[in-house]
């Protein structure tokens, strides 16, 4: 059974930085492309970062510079460092496969930036 268990979150004003983790299990984790994604509150969840099984890295444009994604295949966790922090950052961050599964989205960890 796979499961994704995310934590890190907190609050956090703008222009601060936060590192949220992800950790597999039941995973072959080195295999796959993973990501993080977020679901801001009244919106859709949509795609933040992706690594490739080797290390290759895609960032949407709204982090782009700001967020770096990495992962240690090891010990089967991915990280995602967020620096300069904005409003609009605010979600419930998410790991998961690329293309994502439905059925192993795990609770996610909240990140709230705010004055």
């Known amino acids: 059974q796979v499961q994704f268990a995310e934590s890190g979150g907190g609050l956090v004003q703008p222009g601060g930085s936060l590192r949220i983790s992800c950790a597999a299990s039941g995973s072959i984790f080195g295999v796959y492309v993973m990501a993080w994604y977020r679901q801001a509150p009244g919106k859709q969840r949509t795609l933040v970062a992706t690594?490739?099984?080797?290390?290759?890295?895609n960032y949407s444009d709204s982090v782009k510079g700001r967020f770096t994604i990495s992962r240690d295949n090891a010990k089967n966790t991915m990280n995602l460092q967020m620096n300069s922090l904005k409003f609009e950052d605010t979600a419930v961050y998410y790991c998961?496969?690329?293309?994502?599964?439905?059925?192993?989205w795990g609770q996610g960890t909240q990140v709230t930036v705010s004055s």
């Open positions: 998961n496969y690329v293309p994502a599964r439905s059925a192993y």
């Open positions: 690594i490739s099984n080797d290390g290759g890295t």
